[in-house]
């Protein structure tokens, strides 16, 4: 098969279903009301389909409203990087 024929089967983001990773990767965008169409429509379609992505969702609701409004200088800075670290590899996995 010739490379130009592979590509030309495989669909582009914009048309496959969104997949865990891309929503996880949405997520944060959606929680600020940063999504447009038709990506908006892509990620709620998951949402409905996926209750791990559902729960997920919740969970970084929940963590928002409890850490959000945290004062970061009332962090003490071993605190501070921990949380930066967890919420790097977060977005990472
Ligand atoms: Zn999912």
């Known amino acids: 098969m010739r490379l130009v024929t592979l590509l ?3 669909p582009s983001r914009r048309r496959r279903a969104l ?10 965008e959606y929680l600020e009301g940063a999504l447009a169409e038709p990506e908006l429509r892509r990620f709620e379609g998951h949402l409905a ?10 969970q970084m609701r929940t963590t928002i ?3 959000g409004h945290l ?3 009332l962090l003490p800075d071993a605190v501070l990087d921990e949380l930066v ?7 990472r996995d």
Do not use: K, N, P
């Not at 997949?19 to 944060?28: I, P, Q, S």
């Not at 389909?49 to 559902?54: F, N, P």
């Not at 670290?85 to 977005?91: A, H, M, N, P, V």
């Open 49 to 58: 389909r996926c209750r791990a992505c559902t729960a997920h969702l919740d």
């Open 8 to 10: 030309r089967r495989t």
């Open 19 to 28: 997949v865990c990773r891309d929503a996880a990767e949405l997520m944060t």
């Open 65 to 67: 409203a409890t850490l």
């Open 85 to 91: 670290g967890l919420y790097r590899r977060f977005r």
């Open 71 to 73: 004062e970061v200088s």
